[in-house]
Each structure stands twice: as structure tokens, then as C-alpha cells.
């Protein structure tokens, strides 16, 4: 059973960094792409960023664009979001995803992310 743990999520002024972080219980090669969603109250969840796992191509929500930062580390077999410069509309539940390459969808427990002054 794949398991995928969030952690770093906290409370942060507006401006502010938190760096987040998922580890996985496989091999990161044992996904062809990896990501971040995330929901905020009353609204549907959205994804904010994935990186593929042939050419590590990274993409973004265009709201978080120049902000935030999806990297891996392959050793530790964990996946990381930085995000900079955090807006209060950033404020969400951020979920680690992960596709593996036979058509599964794994998700984590999500961690808390709250921007407020």
C-alpha cells in the first residue's frame, strides 16, 4: 500500500515562506508524476504544481507562478513545495499526490497552510 506523509504546514504572515514536504513509502521512480493540491473552505480542490518523472518537467497553476518552487529529492524519496512570498488566498489543506505509471492515484492526509497577519 503506497503511503504519501505531508508535513510543514503551519501559520505564516502574509509575505512569509514555508517549505512542505511528502514522503513517500515507494521509490519516487515508482511514479510517473508527483504533485500538489490543495482546497481551501468551500471551494473545489485545485491542483498548484506536478513534476513528471522522464524529464522532470515541472508545472504551475498561474497563480502561484514565480512563487513557489516543486522539487525532489530521489535519495530520500521525498517530494518538497516552496512557496515565497505567500498571499492569504494561498491559505489551504495542500495535498501530496502521486501517479504511478499502471494507472494509479495515490493521495496524502494533507497538511494546513494558513496565511494571516
Known amino acids: 500500500q503506497v503511503q504519501l506523509v505531508e508535513s510543514g504546514g503551519g501559520l505564516v504572515q502574509p509575505g512569509g515562506s514555508l517549505r512542505l514536504s511528502c514522503a513517500t513509502s515507494?521509490?519516487?521512480?515508482?511514479?510517473?508524476?508527483m504533485g500538489w493540491h490543495r482546497q481551501a473552505p468551500g471551494n473545489q480542490r485545485e491542483w498548484v504544481a506536478w513534476?513528471?518523472?522522464?524529464?522532470?518537467?515541472?508545472n504551475y497553476t498561474d497563480s502561484v507562478k514565480g512563487r513557489f518552487t516543486i522539487s525532489r529529492d530521489t535519495n530520500k524519496n521525498m517530494l518538497y513545495l516552496q512557496m515565497n512570498s505567500l498571499k492569504v488566498e494561498d491559505t489551504a489543506l495542500y495535498y501530496c499526490?502521486?501517479?504511478?505509471?499502471?494507472?494509479?492515484?495515490?493521495w496524502g492526509q494533507g497538511t494546513q497552510v494558513t496565511v494571516s497577519s
Open positions: 499526490f502521486a501517479y504511478d505509471w499502471i494507472g494509479g492515484t495515490y
Open positions: 515507494e521509490s519516487i521512480f515508482s511514479f510517473r508524476s
Open positions: 513534476i513528471t518523472e522522464v524529464v522532470e518537467n515541472s
